[in-house]
């Protein structure tokens, strides 16, 4: 049997988005699972659209997702080069091929007689076909005029790992591009090429590309070459359902997640899942668990909607999922720049209290900043509160009052806080949703803290005391 061999194949125009990296990713669990090999290369023969930087933000991209290639541009392999602007005497020779055997021929005409041909068959309302303008003695070609592939239209069945049995007519096939005046490949003649000699069993591509397979079929016979097994990704769909997730829609640049703080394992987590899943209402996966699981055969055949909150949600339960060393060690960038004068064991202690409620880490320096600093006393934040806004100045000051002389007594340990805390509710006969809530304020003047005791154990009790009387006097 063949080992088998899957690749991903973008070109370099622009940043990495869901879309290409969730091709990416289900060629490398596909590869992974059977114990095979995935290769990367770059379709660079697209010198107009390039955009410099683009291939090495690609591999960075893929790196940070843990999505090693065996096989690559940058550490070669058996086939190399894997650039394809570093084969074209490879794509030459192939065409020559198609020259000699009469399935190749140079293209004589110009961009406004192409055009006229478009015009007559809209008006005769009907398709568009190159071949039926070919010509009947085209000329020697010497590399200065583009090189087209002579059709061979029939009907095509074939077999998608996706999208199950599929079929087209002839008039799906077409005279094609092979290659450019400007001696450059065109994707539907090298990718085909390449993909043979670099023996790929699994060509796994976007939904984009299904029109074209007639005439890649038609182009596979006609250099004797085997079809590999087809896998179409139906598209990621923007969060409505309604069209493709694009860069106008919100397509993030996939290292912008990086940037904010998710977890690699999440992004793998909820890429895999966006179109698939193992018959389970399981959704949280280690990528150990997506390799052992994962199938073509059960992705979907409509397209996913993007749902951010659901990313969001994910995670999350990966990042209450880690330990908090681990987390520690991966959130060193996303500190206020406050904290720089707390120790280490400080901020551990402080990222203990929000693990369970943080998303991701861009946002730590929101849900950490009163740990660092004294935030401004904004007692709108006591006005604003359903319940707090009962109270009188008087009747505020008496409760921190009261808090601060029982606090004064203890040593600050949770246990002894809550002790505390709960007795000076029986005291004042008050709810926890007004005496708790305002001892909060008082102590963090931010919109929201982790649970009471914690909170004032790590802040510690010279802090602790020092913020309530500030807010007695304020107040």
């Known amino acids: ?28 669990l596909v590869a992974k699972q059977a114990n095979g090999k995935f290769l990367l290369r770059l379709e660079d023969t697209d ?4 955009v410099a930087g683009s291939a090495e933000h690609i591999m960075e991209s893929l790196r940070w997702l843990g999505l090693e290639w065996d096989e690559g541009p940058d550490i070669g392999g058996s086939h190399a080069p894997y650039l394809q602007s570093e084969r074209l005497d490879i794509y030459k020779q192939w065409a020559e091929k198609l020259i000699a055997s009469g399935r190749a021929y140079a ?6 007689e192409l055009e006229t041909f ?15 303008h070919r010509p009947e003695n085209p000329p020697v070609w010497d590399g200065s005029q583009a090189l087209r592939f002579k059709s061979d239209p029939k009907v095509y069945h074939w077999e998608d790992a996706v ?36 023996e790929i069993t699994h060509v796994i591509r976007s939904q984009e590309f299904i029109a074209s397979v007639p005439r890649f079929l038609n182009l596979y016979d006609a250099l004797g070459i085997d079809w590999p097994i087809f896998a179409t990704l139906p598209y990621v769909m923007g969060a409505d359902g309604k069209k493709k997730l694009g860069k106008r829609d919100g397509a993030k640049d996939i290292l912008d997640y990086r940037k904010d703080g998710y977890l690699p394992e999440t992004m793998i987590n909820f890429l895999a899942t966006l179109g698939w899943n193992d018959g389970s209402e399981q959704e949280i996966f280690s990528v150990k668990e997506l390799i052992e699981k994962f199938s073509l055969a059960r992705v979907q055949r409509s397209g996913a909607a993007f749902d951010e909150q659901r990313l969001l949600w994910m995670n999350g339960s990966h990042i209450r999922g880690i330990s908090l060393d681990d987390l520690f060690d991966r959130t060193k960038n996303y500190w206020p720049e406050q904290s720089n004068q707390k120790s280490a064991d400080y901020k551990k202690s402080v990222l203990g209290l929000i693990q369970e409620r943080l998303k991701y880490f861009a946002e730590i320096p929101e849900l950490t900043n009163f740990f660092f600093e004294d935030l401004p006393i904004n007692l709108e934040l006591i006005t604003s509160n359903k319940q707090l806004k009962k109270l009188d100045n008087q009747q505020l000051k008496t409760y921190l009052q009261k808090a601060l002389e029982v606090l004064t007594d203890s040593d600050f340990s949770v246990n002894n806080l809550s002790d505390i805390l709960n007795n000076l ?18 102590t963090t003047w931010a919109p929201a803290s982790p649970g009471l005791a914690d909170t004032l154990s790590v802040l510690g009790k010279e802090t602790t005391l020092r913020r309530i009387s500030a807010s007695i006097s304020s107040i």
């Open 163 to 198: 999208l199950g049995d599929l079929s087209a007519g002839a008039e799906a096939v077409d005279d094609f591009i092979l290659i450019k005046s400007d001696g450059y490949p065109t994707y539907n003649f090298c990718h085909i090429v390449d993909d043979e000699l670099m």
């Open 1 to 28: 049997m063949k080992i088998t061999r899957t690749r991903f194949a973008p070109s370099p125009t622009g940043f990495m988005h869901v879309g290409g990296v969730r091709t990416a990713l289900f060629a490398w």
């Open 425 to 442: 509710l029986e005291t004042t006969g008050e709810k926890p949703g007004i005496l708790f809530s305002l001892i909060r304020i008082a």
């Open 118 to 132: 478009r015009v007559e068959a809209q008006k005769n309302k009907q398709p568009f076909l190159y071949r039926n």
């Open 47 to 50: 010198k107009n659209r390039e």
């Open 107 to 112: 293209d004589p005409y110009t961009k406004e």
